[in-house]
T-cell receptor, first 117, second 111 residues
Framework: KAGVTQTPRYLIKTRGQQVTLSCSPI?????VSWYQQTPGQGLQFLFE???????NKGNFPGRFSGRQFSNSRSEMNVSTLELGDSALYLC????????????????FGPGTRLTVL | KNEVEQSPQNLTAQEGEFITINCSYS?????LHWLQQHPGGGIVSLFM???GKKKHGRLIATINIQEKHSSLHITASHPRDSAVYIC?????????????FGTGTRLQVFP
């Protein structure tokens, strides 16, 4: 079974530009979460999608947005890039049976390393 | 104060040593993850646990829900164990997979 894939793996942009990152979850997984990792702040939760709906959002400005498609693939977009947006962006998927008692292991993708110049 | 605290931040060991990394959290959780990240690499989930103890090869993870504490043990450490180990908790809330992360423990094992 293929793991979580993310594209592109590396990206260089300049300040003010926008960027779209893509995540394909493990087949059958319906929940996709996005995280940002920086040397200063560590790993931080961006947002979480389940069945095409944003279920949870972290404390990031509105320049960060995302969506999920009917095949569970997800994209995140960052507009008006700032230098501080340089980071490793990680996507994780889980099976999530949608019940209160389910605690779902998350499987992480390799990440997209974004550099903003 | 962070909701998830790890100690130590950095750890150096000689090959063969027994290693313990600790994680304390202040929120109610439904599950706790131990993750491994190699330099420049992605993240691998080592364990997900909500009670008791789990073992996989040379790795052992324990959790004490009452004390809000978890430990990751590596027996007979090896240089290939050198990585950052991250504790992450899933808050006890309905309908969310959101993880809250510790700052990580950087482990270096020398031959």
């Amino acid at each position: 079974k293929a793991g979580v894939t993310q594209t592109p793996r590396y990206l260089i942009k300049t300040r003010g530009q926008q960027v779209t990152l893509s995540c394909s979850p493990i087949s059958g997984h319906r929940s996709v979460s996005w995280y940002q990792q920086t040397p200063g702040q560590g790993l931080q939760f961006l947002f979480e999608y389940f069945s095409e709906t944003q279920r949870n959002k972290g404390n990031f400005p509105g320049r960060f947005s995302g969506r999920q498609f009917s095949n569970s693939r997800s994209e995140m977009n960052v507009s008006t890039l700032e230098l501080g947006d340089s980071a490793l962006y990680l996507c994780a998927s889980s099976l999530d049976r949608g019940t209160l008692s389910s605690y779902n292991e998350q499987f992480f993708g390799p990440g997209t390393r974004l550099t903003v110049l | 104060k962070n909701e998830v605290e790890q100690s130590p931040q950095n750890l150096t060991a000689q090959e063969g040593e027994f290693i313990t990394i600790n994680c304390s959290y202040s929120v109610g959780i439904s599950a706790l993850h131990w993750l491994q990240q190699h330099p420049g690499g992605g993240i691998v989930s080592l364990f997900m646990l909500s009670s008791g103890k789990k073992k996989h090869g040379r790795l052992i993870a324990t959790i004490n829900i009452q004390e809000k504490h978890s430990s990751l043990h590596i027996t007979a450490s090896h240089p290939r164990d050198s990585a950052v180990y991250i504790c992450a908790v899933r808050a006890r809330a309905y309908n969310t997979d959101k993880l809250i992360f510790g700052t990580g423990t950087r482990l270096q094992v020398f031959p």
